[in-house]
């Protein structure tokens, strides 16, 4: 959407077609008779759109059955938000919007006016500039409900606090040696596999989601369960949801998969 704004600054009329809504597309349409590589462009997009057109006159109960039937044409599903930006989107894809950007500036006079941003001898090559590192990107896979949360995952949670919790067990020797963590790996009985299964969704439950969202984690926090009871190490994390706040704690023994001898 930004790009396209850049493109539509101060564009000649004659560069956007009088009678055409979709300005962007009569640019790209004529840019590419001189240019071969938007000209590629233009006939990808084409296409898209025919599938597009077609998908749509389809009736609905002859999908599933072409689906099954054929593997090898599969019509790409578009949400409207793409098929709005398809002439950008296409090229970003394609990797060649830099380009076509890069030409449309080192002609500009044929497109826009003296005052558009394109036509500026310092603000067409630096956006030109500034899209070579989108288009070096391999746009492979598709965003899901919860793209906006970036944590790491939960085996990778789950490694860094063994690591913590390492050092914090070496620099106390009163405290109960390491939890025998190879044995995990070693050891085939199906109660530590219960417990390693069920430590794994106490950590995934640490990672953010859409649904919750992580304030506040801490390694080693001491809790003390009885007055007669040593205090024990586990993990504290703090959870927002939309309606209310949760306290976590769990021991690191059930962080690590094992329990032991532990009550």
């Not at 004529?30 to 057109?53: H, N, P, Y």
């Amino acid at each position: 959407g930004v790009v396209e704004a850049c493109l539509l600054h101060m564009l000649k009329r004659r560069a956007a077609g009088f009678l055409r809504s979709d300005k962007v597309a009569a640019l790209f349409t004529k840019v590419g008779k001189t240019c071969a590589i938007a000209g590629d462009v233009c006939k990808k997009v084409q296409e898209l759109q025919q599938q597009v057109e077609s998908r749509k006159n389809q009736p609905s109960g002859q999908e599933p059955l072409k689906r099954q039937g054929s593997t090898t044409s599969k019509t790409p599903v578009l949400t409207p938000q793409a098929i709005k930006h398809i002439w950008v989107r296409t090229a970003l894809i394609e990797k060649v919007l830099d380009k076509i950007v890069q030409y449309i500036v080192d002609n500009c006079s044929k497109y826009y006016e003296k005052e558009a941003l394109l036509a500026d001898p310092v603000c067409g090559p630096i956006l030109a500039s500034l899209l070579v590192g989108p288009c070096a990107l391999e746009y492979t896979k598709l965003k899901t409900a919860d793209h906006y949360w970036t944590d790491p995952s939960a085996d990778e949670l789950v490694q860094r606090h063994r690591i913590h919790g390492a050092h914090g067990r070496q620099d106390s020797p009163s405290k109960r040696p390491a939890l025998g963590i190879r044995k995990r790996h070693s050891s085939g009985s199906t109660s530590e596999d219960r417990f390693a299964a069920s430590a794994r969704e106490y950590v995934e439950s640490l990672h953010q989601n859409s649904r919750t969202h992580l304030l506040y984690g801490k390694n080693n926090v001491l809790v003390q369960p009885k007055d007669d009871l040593e205090a024990i190490p586990g993990y504290l994390s703090l959870h927002q949801s939309a309606d209310s706040l949760t306290l976590k704690w769990t021991p690191n023994q059930l962080m690590n998969g094992t329990l032991g001898d532990s009550e």
